[in-house]
């Protein structure tokens, strides 16, 4: 039992570069977020999603997309990356009946 | 929206002093509020959580208060070790729907031995 999987852990773009983040977790949760962490701003929520072929927006959703095709993986999308994108990037997932957040090990994003 | 206001954002103390990280909130709707400790490099986890009809919840050396007319609540850290030290995060939200909490800010605690 893995929990939740990202995929890259590191990665750094160059500005207007492309790049998806993967999120997969094997606990069959209906529940998905990305958040980003910056120091001092605490856990944002860019988007989210209630379950298979669902998305939303969150606080911060400006110039990422995401999709959930299936309903194990969430991904993240930044199709044109800028330095202010610079950000360390949690996946969480939960179950519906369930308030406990399971995160991922992040991905720490450079763009420069 | 939900706003969650956090205090200090740096705590430093010695090795079996107690700690204590402050919460406010906005939304007088919101009945769940957790807290994750988060250690360097690491991915945040849950270490104790309260829900409105409950005043206070202990969990060994940690423990929860939450003062609802007040809209505030408190992470309490007795007899702090080093491996305390981490960034905690308090957050708040409804409990029903999609349930999706609004995080505060974040306090990196350092215990010194």
Redesign the interface.
């Known amino acids: 039992n893995a929990g939740v999987t990202q995929t890259p852990k590191f990665r750094v773009l160059k500005t207007g570069q492309s790049m998806t983040l993967l999120c997969a977790q094997d606990m069959n949760h209906e529940?998905m977020?990305w958040y980003r962490q910056d120091p001092?701003?605490?856990?944002?929520?860019i988007h989210?999603s209630?379950g298979e072929g669902t998305t939303?927006k969150?606080e911060v959703p400006d110039g990422y997309n995401v999709s959930r095709l299936k309903k194990q993986n969430f991904l993240l999308g930044l199709e044109s990356a800028a330095p202010s994108q610079t950000s360390v990037y949690?996946c969480a997932s939960?179950h519906d009946r369930d308030?406990?957040?399971t995160?991922?090990?992040?991905t720490r994003l450079t763009v420069v | 929206g939900e706003n969650v206001e956090q205090h200090p954002s740096t705590l430093s103390v010695q090795e079996g002093d107690s700690a204590v990280i402050k919460c406010t909130y906005s939304d007088s709707a919101s009945n769940y509020f957790p807290w994750y400790k988060q250690e360097l490099g690491k991915r945040p986890q849950l270490i104790i959580d309260i829900r409105s009809n409950v005043g206070e919840k202990k969990d060994q050396r940690i423990a929860v208060t939450l003062n609802k007319t007040a809209k505030h609540f408190s992470l309490h850290i007795t007899e702090t070790q080093p491996e305390d030290s981490a960034v905690y995060f308090c957050a708040a939200s409804l409990s029903g729907g999609s349930y999706i909490p609004t995080f505060g800010r974040g306090t990196s605690l350092i215990v010194h031995p």
């Open positions: 529940y977020y001092g701003m605490g856990l944002r929520l989210y209630v939303a969150g949690f939960r308030r406990l957040y995160f991922g090990s992040g």
